[in-house]
């Protein structure tokens, strides 16, 4: 089956460690997305890309990094300069290198700073 | 400032009636706007997509309508069922084509049986 792997679903990390969350897709699909969710928050992109070896920064790139070496994989690190980390993270992928089309989700992956 | 807003932060709503959540968006020029459903803990999952030139779209006890001039998508549930409960999220596509979806900050329904 297609579709958007996230992993882990649950991390937890200490103060001060970068962690990195990664993101596997098998639709073939060019673009990819990390979005943030916290509660009442909805969601909020972090970093995007159309095209490997290609990233732009979202809405709340701070503190975050991200890599395209393959089509199928987009890792999000949150580095220890990200103030405030613990939240709900997710991934998506859309078909072709527009921005505007369907997105499909991963699971998420629920990070929480000790 | 650019503002997308789903104005009610939850709805409660019987079994069987219909629910009606609203989009409102302010500084924008959509090309079209798309609905998603997301259960906790999950991610969002698809459902409708409605282009600007079109005022209504329905998929089974689903349907979107969007006015450009009002800069509102209305999305209902008929005939709603417990198994509806949700968040529901809308997410409109800027005419540019070169910005990413922006999502409004939801809606969570609940069908009370």
């Known amino acids: 089956d297609g579709g958007i792997t996230q992993s882990p679903k649950y991390l937890f990390r200490k103060e001060g460690q970068n962690v990195t969350l990664s993101c596997e897709q098998n639709l073939n699909h060019d673009a990819m997305y990390w979005y943030r969710q916290d509660p009442g928050q909805g969601l909020r992109l972090i970093y995007y890309s159309q095209i490997v070896n290609d990233f732009q920064k979202g809405d709340i790139a701070e503190g975050y990094s991200v890599s395209r070496e393959k089509k199928e994989s987009f890792p999000l690190t949150v580095t220890s300069a990200q103030k405030n980390p613990t939240a709900f993270y997710l991934c998506a992928s859309s078909m072709g290198r527009g921005l505007t089309g369907e997105l499909f989700f991963g699971e998420g992956s629920r990070l929480t700073v000790l | 400032s650019q503002k997308i807003e789903q104005n009610s932060e939850a709805l409660n709503i019987q079994e069987g009636k219909t629910a009606t959540l609203t989009c409102n968006y302010t500084n924008y020029s959509p090309a079209y706007l798309q609905w998603y459903r997301q259960d906790p803990g999950r991610g969002p999952v698809f459902l409708l997509l409605i282009r600007e030139n079109e005022k209504e779209k329905r998929k089974e006890r689903l349907k979107v309508t969007f006015d450009t001039t009002l800069k509102q998508s209305l999305f209902h549930i008929t005939a709603s069922q417990p198994a509806d409960s949700a968040t529901y999220l809308c997410?409109?596509?800027?005419?540019?084509?070169?910005?990413?979806?922006?999502f409004g900050k939801g809606t969570r329904l609940s069908v009370i049986a």
């Open positions: 997410a409109l596509a800027e005419n540019s084509g070169n910005t990413p979806l922006v």
